[in-house]
């Protein structure tokens, strides 16, 4: 099956500076990898997601990025703000007749420090 | 108000003692599953339902059981609770994801499970 591998496990930068999550996957049929934000004690949103047939996608301060040949992807986020502490995840999977299943990283704790 | 809602949102429980977890959904998703969460470990899937009365299990399906009996309701059974299922537990759910667009998955508030 598919196996995620997320780097680093925790994370602190300034509040301004950029932080970069990377995450690479084993199984070369996945084909659609989200991230997840998880803030202390909610549960895990959405909040930015990319397609094998695109190279990056962006959305205001996040962007994610991948290479399907290095079977890598990763989520950039600029200007950090404080509210952007919290645990993130990437996930990968192979969409298509009928498969939904996500195999999640195991996590990046994200500190902004004001 | 789209939601997958989650109850008990805290469990604390002794070893043997059957429960049951339950999911519901008010958005007519098709696809719904049940993760764990601990400590480093990540989110990691117990059992998944693709449609009513259709269940398969996930990476962790050891100790669990699901049905899946009603479109929006995907309960979640421990029949003997065992220390090591001490855990947070979130329900998903998803619509069916078509070629044009991705669909993202709806998390329930979580279960804090304690099993002493």
């Known amino acids: 099956g598919e196996n995620v591998e997320q780097h680093p496990s925790t994370l602190s930068v300034q509040e301004g500076d950029s932080a970069v999550i990377k995450c690479t996957y084993s199984d070369s049929a996945s084909n659609y990898f989200p991230w997840y934000k998880q803030e202390l004690g909610k549960r895990p949103q959405l909040i930015i997601d990319i397609r094998s047939n695109v190279g990056e996608k962006k959305d205001q301060r996040i962007a994610v990025t991948l290479n399907k040949t290095a079977k890598h992807f990763s989520l950039h986020i600029t200007e950090t703000q404080p509210e952007d502490s919290a645990v993130y995840f990437c996930a990968a999977s192979r969409r298509g007749a009928g498969s939904y299943q996500l195999t999640f990283g195991k996590g990046t704790k994200l500190s902004v420090i004001p | 108000e789209a939601q997958v809602t989650q109850n008990p949102r805290y469990l604390i429980t002794v070893t043997g003692k059957k429960l049951t977890v339950t999911c519901s959904q008010n958005?007519?998703?098709?696809?719904m599953s049940w993760y764990r969460q601990d400590p480093g470990l990540g989110l990691r899937q117990i059992y998944y339902?693709?449609?009513?009365?259709?269940?398969d299990k996930g990476d962790v399906p050891e100790g669990y059981k699901v049905s899946r009996k009603e479109k929006r309701n995907f309960p979640l059974i421990l029949e003997s609770p065992s220390p090591n299922q001490t855990s947070l537990y979130f329900c998903a759910s998803q619509t069916y994801f078509d070629r044009v667009s991705a669909h993202e998955q709806y998390f329930g508030p979580g279960t804090r499970l304690t099993v002493t």
């Open positions: 339902s693709m449609n009513v009365e259709v269940t």
């Open positions: 958005m007519n998703h098709e696809y």
